[in-house]
């Protein structure tokens, strides 16, 4: 009786310690990107990476799931086929940011300016995506979006 609460107790907490590391951003990604500018594939999900200037970065593929970039310079951002399911870019710059195939599902982009970024292909699944008072070029490439808007 003993054995099977002591099994039961150490899997229910290697559970609980692999979910937390799923979502866990990895803190040599985020130095790496601070410092140069460039982090492709680099899990930075959950990451705190408010105000910060990524002019010109490159993020391509990048996990940004649930990441924080409110007030962040994404000016001339590459981010292609990066994953910002659920993450927070309110009052960010994308202006000519390249989002061709990102996944953007539940992302709020609330007066976060796009003008002239690239979102071929890009993901806004679902309702969930918030754009409100975003600022959008009318010349914004928006074909082939997925969206339930």
Known sequence: M??????AVTTLLACVGFTEQAF???QLDVDQLKASGACPRCDLSGADLTK???TGAN????NL??????????????????NLEGATLTGANLTAATL??????GASLE????SFAGLIGANLEGNACNFVFAFVIM???????????
């Open 111 to 114: 007066n976060a300016n796009l």
């Open 59 to 62: 993020l391509r593929e990048a």
């Open 52 to 54: 910060i200037n990524l």
């Open 2 to 7: 003993k054995f099977r609460i002591v099994a």
């Open 65 to 82: 799931k649930a990441a924080i970039l409110s007030g962040a310079n994404l000016v001339n951002a590459d981010l292609t086929s990066a």
């Open 100 to 105: 061709t195939g990102a996944l953007l599902k």
């Open 24 to 26: 866990a951003f990895n």
């Open 139 to 149: 010349s914004v490439i928006i074909s082939s979006i997925s969206s339930d808007l």
